[in-house]
């Protein structure tokens, strides 16, 4: 991928949600709900203090991540659908 996140943001690439219900039945594409599920693709090198220092973040690119429902901004990037989002929308690692 040529793309490299600025200061804080992250690239995510959701993970595909469940295809049935516990019950068995088969969810369609229209009524699945969007997953809140991904893996980091990419990081950006941190932010900045007020002394000027670099605060690295906390995810690095391979971390399965949980993020709100409504988090990031979607771009297509080389033919694959990603999420860019601040690593503050990040809820957590899963792992």
Known sequence: MKFRPLHDRVVVRRL???EKTKG???I???AKEKP?????VSVGPGN???DGKLIKLDVKA?????FGK???????????????M???DIMGVIG
């Not at 809140?36 to 980091?40: A, D, K, M, Y």
């Not at 391979?62 to 949980?66: A, P, T, W």
């Open 62 to 66: 391979g971390d399965r991540v949980l």
């Open 70 to 84: 409504w988090s990031g901004t979607e771009v297509k990037i080389d033919g694959q659908d990603l999420l860019i």
């Open 36 to 40: 809140q599920e991904g893996e980091v």
């Open 48 to 50: 900045r203090d007020e």
């Open 16 to 18: 595909d949600g469940e």
């Open 86 to 88: 601040k690593e503050s």
């Open 28 to 30: 369609p594409d229209t």
């Open 24 to 26: 068995g039945i088969i």
